[in-house]
């Protein structure tokens, strides 16, 4: 198992973000069942397998304060157990059948997927169906995965830096709303949860009518119709009470904060207040996805051309800009100063190529190659079935119009440089801006700890 958040660096390339939002291959059809479930099916015939998806409506941000985390140990425990499989079995029939599954939590949605040879797929709707009303959620079992999930805090925040810079920049931009608690929730609310919280939680949102079944594979829209009427139409729909989400207030003056921890390096995070992709459709998302293309999209963006190597201010300096969440999010800039330099050489000469990009218009150089870069990575992500899935999944369970795959291509190459200005000029300012910078300290001696408690198959 792995939970997603919003940190830019995991992927790597700004426009990697860019391309799970693209159009596959093929045509899709939906259809929502008499319990609720909307069910969206791709057609992609270059290979005899099949991708399967259920995601859910509930992610990190949905939880009550002092149950951070919940949804995320409620993903490890969708393994664990029903009526009628024994913990880990799940996951164990998947393999049986050559096939591969995991799952993934986010502060917007949580997600269960199977990739499977085609004339398998019902056995992965029949798992499904079954752990979308039947989970146990076994006290033994779950007293062995919340010891997983407090290991995988340790390991994953706790023991890195960077990690813990990122938590504190999160909590510090946001005052009021939950993105400023980690996905995988405080340590302190680990400790105090229950199999009880997770029951409630169960019932509360895991229901048909919550949901999304996506399916992406050599496949038959109506025969996948037939099945998942078959395997998902018995479940019955449930009241779903779904959480107010409070609205972020608007940043009214610049923040800061300064962690000094055991680190190698110090690193230094920026990020600004940006809205995202909403069903009005507005050009604003699609114009700050191509300013992050001109800062960081590749060895020939102002960052990497002009702080890493003319200048050797930075070692690295990535951007990252997600236009795909549920709740307005943040314009990312991460990085680490070169050698013999400083984070306040480094700071400054990011703010200075920010106050450049809101002054001087973009070259249609710039322009074209950002674009270019778009069309590239619609190319390459066709040839996925599980990013093709994912592209449709995310969309849907943000409340977008999955058919936004469409038009994107040509609404990002109809930005304009004026566009671009004028969203670095609105957004990129001092007082919507948050930084955190890590100070680093000596490093301690690496001390032994135990191995983590095994017991979650998915525990990746």
Partial sequence: MFHLSARFFLLGLVLTGLGLVLTGCGTA??????????????????????????????????????????????????????KRLKPNEFSRIIAENGGRENAFTSYDYTAYFQRLEKSRLAISFELEADRMRNLLLNEKEFDKEIRVVMEERRLRTEDRPEALAYEKFMATAYQVHPYKHPIIGWMRDLENMTVEDLRRWYRRMYAPNNAILVVVGDVKPKEVFALAKKYFGPVPSRSVDRPVIPAEPAQKSERRVRLALPAKVPYLIIGYHVPVLTPEDSWEPYALSVLAGILDGGDSARFSRELVRDKKIAANVDVGYDPVSRSPGMFLIDGTPAGGRTLEELERAINAQIERIKTEPVSEDELKRVKAQVVAANVYSRDSVFYQAMQVGRLAATGLDWRLNDKYVDRVNAVTAEQVLEVAKKY????????????????????????ARKGAAHGR
């Avoid at 990129?428 to 191995?451: F, G, H, Y």
């Fill in 428 to 451: 990129l300012i001092k007082t919507n801006r948050t930084t955190a910078v890590l100070d680093p300290q000596s490093m301690e001696k690496n001390k032994k700890r135990k191995p």
């Fill in 29 to 82: 059809q939906e259809i929502t069942l008499d319990n609720g479930l909307r069910v969206i099916v791709k057609e992609d015939h270059r290979s005899p397998v099949v991708v399967s998806q259920v995601w859910y409506k509930v992610g990190s941000q949905d939880e009550p304060e002092g149950l951070t985390g919940m949804s995320h140990v409620l993903e490890h425990m969708m393994f664990q157990g029903t």
